[in-house]
């Protein structure tokens, strides 16, 4: 058993709770070049946090524009022993609605052009996906967002498209088909990245919006998204707030779906055609199998 040490993706400003302890910001380098921003180390009863403000402080940076590997690296790096993240959505069902909080179990990624593994030529690895969230985690920030007040979904399949733009009608309706019930464009490859890096992540999808096939709705449109990220914001830190207290009174164990150890059955290289290069690279991410 260990300590809990939770790292926070989300928005600039989720890192603003009341009662943060010991908050330091502090730049790790990685070999996969420089994260979104500093990394603020802080604690709140106790519990170990690391929040990444995902987009930069102030939102200089677009979801393509992300470095998702340096990100998930200089997160091991710091510590983490699971992540949590918190994004703005948009809606694919009518019950979904705006200020709505969505626990995401699935993915369908469509991006294009992101490099969605650590590992490659001279050192392959096949991670599974099939289930892409972990269950437990999922569970606390669940019951975390009710107690911070949020109309709560538990359960949801989360489009990942590529952006910056907006889906067209036609892409929002083919989602719908598929039976997707939020999107956005920064959960991928986020997520298969921290099951490669052996950290239990979870998706707090924040609806700001539904999206452009809602017939009684006008199209997408930033200045309203803004104004509901603004009110799911301060929900956001409630949620936060509220989570900690279950990981004080817990020591944690590792998670029973066997994330931590995934690369045990993984790596399919033999060891003699392993790129030393790259391997070097891996240290904090694969250091555990990779020695």
């Not at 993915?107 to 490099?115: N, P, S």
């Not at 920064?186 to 890096?197: D, G, Q």
């Amino acid at each position: 058993m260990s300590e809990w040490v939770l790292g926070v993706i989300g928005g600039s400003g989720l890192y603003d709770i009341d009662g943060l302890e010991n908050r330091q910001w502090i730049s790790i380098d990685t070999p996969w070049g420089q994260p979104s921003d500093d990394i603020l180390f802080a604690e709140l009863d106790g519990v170990k946090l690391r929040f990444l403000p995902r987009h930069g402080r102030g939102h200089p940076l677009s979801p393509s524009d992300l470095n998702f590997r340096a990100n998930i690296d200089a997160l091991k790096r710091a510590g983490c022993t699971d992540l949590l993240s918190l994004s703005a959505v948009g809606s694919l069902k009518e019950d979904y609605a705006p200020g709505d909080f969505v626990i995401v179990d699935q993915f369908i990624d469509r991006t294009k052009g992101r490099v969605s593994s650590f590992f490659g030529k001279g050192l392959v690895a096949h991670v599974s996906m099939a289930d892409p969230v972990c269950n437990r985690l999922a569970g606390v920030a669940a019951a975390a967002a009710k107690a911070a007040g949020a109309k709560v979904h538990r359960g949801g399949t989360y489009l990942a498209m590529e952006g910056p733009q907006f889906s067209t009608r036609a892409e929002s309706e083919l989602y719908r088909q598929w039976g997707c019930d939020i999107i956005g464009m920064t959960n991928m490859p986020e997520a298969k990245l921290a099951r490669e890096a052996e950290l239990p992540y979870a998706t707090i999808g924040m609806v700001t919006d539904y999206d452009c096939w809602h017939p009684d709705h006008g199209n997408v449109d930033v200045a309203a998204v803004i104004a509901v990220l603004m009110k799911n914001a301060h929900t956001a830190r409630d949620t936060v707030r509220h989570l900690i207290p279950h990981l004080a009174k817990t020591e944690r164990t590792p998670s029973p779906q066997g994330i931590e150890t995934n690369l045990d059955v993984a790596l399919i290289t033999a060891p003699e055609a392993r790129d030393p290069k790259l391997i070097a690279k891996l240290d904090a991410v694969a250091g555990r199998v990779l020695g």
